[in-house]
């Protein structure tokens, strides 16, 4: 009998699946949960998991990583390892402490990062850097009071950028013109005052300039210099007591929110600039002189009617923005003054019957 031969039989199967399922360093199993479209689409939801910090050992397929509302204080380098595919991370309502300047090393096809609510007192501009490809940045409801000029200087392929909710007193100027391909801008619900000249001359492709709820008083005539793009503005919400000139200049503009400001008149022609314009917003305002305007009678409609702002548009539907054409203004004035003319109406004539009554009896 010749000499038994031995067949070795390999079985390969993929190991990608097993990412998610397989023990992980320190972790439990099933500390995550994991989704796949194909062997290299794979989302892992890490959502509120008590993490202090980045899971080892995770797929270098992960295409998108959310590890909002967890407990990560530190982002030591390199701390998203060989994950050479992610392209959204999400760090949300952590509470990061500290920032390595090469934290986000590798991430090569990142184009979205939230930092939203993680007590972010400055900009990690080192770590920001190393993101070539990033388009969408949020860094809203944090504790930042300035943004020093070489925060985005490594951001050029930037499109949107959040940093509402903070406690900024000026626009950052200086570090907006690193990200000159910009399209939606949001600098809501801050400390801002007045706005300088020029304040966003380099934003030349912006669309969406969001500016409510600040304390906004003072608009220099040139501080939209250089906007030949925008469609949106937001203004609602601030201390403008009368209507900018500034607004001349957005040649593009289409929808203009000015509802919760002091503003009592409008001069003539103040919309000379705005050939574009179809929705104007003038709700909650003291208004009580209404120049001749001769681009409000071309404007779609002219009504009294409020929006309800309950359910405000999404930051991120560009697309959105001019599907409403409509103008609203504010009508309390117009109420009362008719409300009065009908009383004094109604008070001359009983008057006049009462007299009438009197002769009538002599």
Not at 195 to 202: A, E, G, M, N
Not at 317 to 345: A, K, M, P, R
Request: proline share 6%; charged share 15%.
């Amino acid at each position: 009998m010749g000499p038994s031969k031995m067949v070795l039989v390999l079985v390969l199967v993929p190991l990608w699946p097993r990412v998610c399922s397989a023990p992980w360093t320190g972790l439990c199993p099933d500390m995550c949960r994991c989704d796949t479209k194909d062997e290299k689409d794979l989302t892992v939801n890490c959502v509120e998991r008590g993490l202090s910090k980045v899971p080892a050992n995770l797929s270098q397929f992960t295409t998108i990583l959310d590890l909002s509302m967890n407990v990560v204080k530190e982002l030591p380098e390199r701390a998203f390892g060989q994950m050479c595919s992610l392209r959204e991370l999400r760090l949300a309502g952590n509470r990061l402490q500290q920032i390595h300047s090469e934290a986000f090393s590798g991430l090569h096809t990142l184009t979205t990062l939230t930092l939203h609510d993680t007590g972010l007192k400055t900009v990690p501009s080192e770590a920001l850097n190393e993101l070539k490809n990033l388009q969408s940045l949020c860094l809203d409801a944090n504790r930042l009071s300035a943004v020093p000029s070489l925060s985005f200087r490594g951001l050029s392929s930037l499109r949107l950028l959040r940093l509402e909710d903070n406690h900024l007193e000026q626009t950052p100027g200086g570090a907006l013109a690193h990200v000159p391909r910009l399209q939606a801008l949001s600098l809501g619900m801050n400390r801002l005052k007045v706005l300088s000249p020029r304040s966003f001359h380099r934003l030349t492709e912006l669309l969406l300039l969001q500016l409510q709820h600040n304390q906004i008083h003072s608009l220099s005539p040139t501080c939209f210099y250089g906007l030949h793009q925008l469609q949106t503005l937001d203004l609602s919400f601030n201390r403008l007591h009368s209507f900018p000139s500034a607004f001349q200049l957005l040649t593009s503009l289409q929808r203009l929110n000015l509802q919760n400001n002091w503003i009592n008149f409008i001069p003539e022609n103040a919309l000379r600039g705005n050939p574009s314009l179809k929705k104007l917003i003038l709700l909650n305002n003291p208004l009580f002189v209404v120049g001749r305007i001769s681009k409000l009678s071309k404007l779609p409609s002219l009504g009294f009617s409020e929006i309800s702002q309950k359910n405000p548009e999404p930051f991120h539907q560009l697309s959105n923005y001019n599907t409403q054409e409509s103008c609203e203004t504010q009508d309390s004035f117009w109420v009362l003054s008719l409300l009065l003319f009908i009383t004094l109406f109604l008070t001359a004539g009983i008057l006049t019957r009462t007299i009438l009554f009197k002769l009538k009896i002599k």
